[in-house]
């Protein structure tokens, strides 16, 4: 029998003096035609992220691929702990997050565009428009957000030294770091200075709640179903198990010493910083938009501010 999917999902943790830890992967068998896993691989992997949880700390299990400008042009960033990127686990949040600029590409791009079409038709409607454009105004807001995976739903029974999950999903979230207008080559008046302000908040007002109900929605449904995300979508599923498993009491626990040790003995994997550096800013998409003057101008979108977030809580779905 083939599969296409492997999930830990069960785990039993006797005392050391027991029966040692068991554990329990659910596999999906595929369908002909569909790419199939090696089980017994997809079980080490699983197995390898688990540990991995383990042994980092919870509040080391981030990463951010983000874009800096050096001084003189934009450059990709790595942000990772150094034994969190030795592993299965860094690695897959990685992938993730480099995957995840391009999810809502279709989506995004209708957005720019009408987004830079409002603020037009925004400025246009001022009643100092005819003073503005005699200015020579063609000005358009210019902003930047950062978007993190985090758990949605993790649904799980457990009882003393066991828990299986039955559901892991996860969520996009989305925060406006910046949203500003430059005005600095124009010597308006403040009553048009208020006024492009105002616009302005206006118009990001608008921004924030297409990010919220139509960007978070596109990709928060392409982390759960599409198969790209399915090494992240199991992930999350071995590091919810591996978070309870760090509240539980650590005198009766084999993997004790294990536990926030950083000690990733047997799960080392390399890490190329530099490879990873290339993706975190990278060419995504253009558009074209029509400016105050009625010419047609492109702007292109490059990746970067993007983040990832492992933590999970099982506690709000766990019944004993």
């Not at 050391?16 to 035609?33: H, R």
């Not at 090696?38 to 700390?57: G, H, M, S, W, Y």
């Not at 999950?165 to 770091?177: D, F, N, P």
């Not at 392409?222 to 198990?241: C, F, G, W």
Request: with cysteine.
């Amino acid at each position: 029998m083939d599969f296409r999917s492997a999930d830990l999902v069960y785990i039993s943790g006797d005392s050391l003096t027991q029966n040692g830890i068991q554990f329990v992967i659910k596999a999906e068998e595929a369908l002909p035609g569909e790419p199939t896993v090696n089980l017994a691989e997809e079980r080490k992997r699983l197995l390898d992220v688990f540990l991995a949880a383990l042994a980092i700390p919870n509040d080391k299990q981030w990463v951010s691929l983000p874009a800096r400008w050096d001084g003189t042009k934009w450059v990709g960033d790595v942000e990772i702990d150094s034994v969190l990127a030795k592993t299965e686990l860094g690695r897959i949040m990685l992938d993730a997050d480099v995957k995840m600029k391009f999810s809502d590409l279709v989506v995004m791009r209708n957005m720019y565009k009408e987004f830079y079409d409002q603020w037009t038709s925004l400025v246009r409607s001022s009643p100092y428009y005819e003073q503005i454009h005699r200015y020579g105004f063609n000005e358009y807001p210019y902003w930047a957000f950062r978007t993190w995976i985090c758990p949605d739903e993790v649904t799980a029974n457990a009882e003393e030294g066991k828990i299986f999950i039955s559901t892991a999903r996860v969520k996009v979230k989305t925060e406006l770091m910046m949203c500003e207008l430059n005005l600095s080559p124009y010597r308006f008046p403040s009553y048009i200075v208020n006024d492009l302000n105002n616009r302005l908040k206006t118009w990001e007002a608008s921004f924030i709640n297409k990010l919220k109900t139509v960007r978070e929605p596109t990709i928060t449904e392409s982390l759960n179903n599409d198969p790209e995300y399915k090494d992240m979508r199991e992930a999350y599923a071995a590091v919810a198990i591996a978070q309870w498993y760090k509240r539980q009491d650590r005198s009766k626990l084999f993997y004790r010493d294990l536990i926030d040790s950083k000690n990733i003995t047997g799960l080392e994997i390399p890490f190329d910083r530099d490879y990873w550096a290339n993706q975190a800013l990278q060419y995504i998409d253009a558009f074209t938009f029509t400016n105050f003057f009625g010419q047609q101008e492109r702007l292109e979108l490059w990746g970067g501010c993007e983040l990832i977030d492992a933590s999970v809580d099982v506690s709000p779905g766990i019944s004993s």
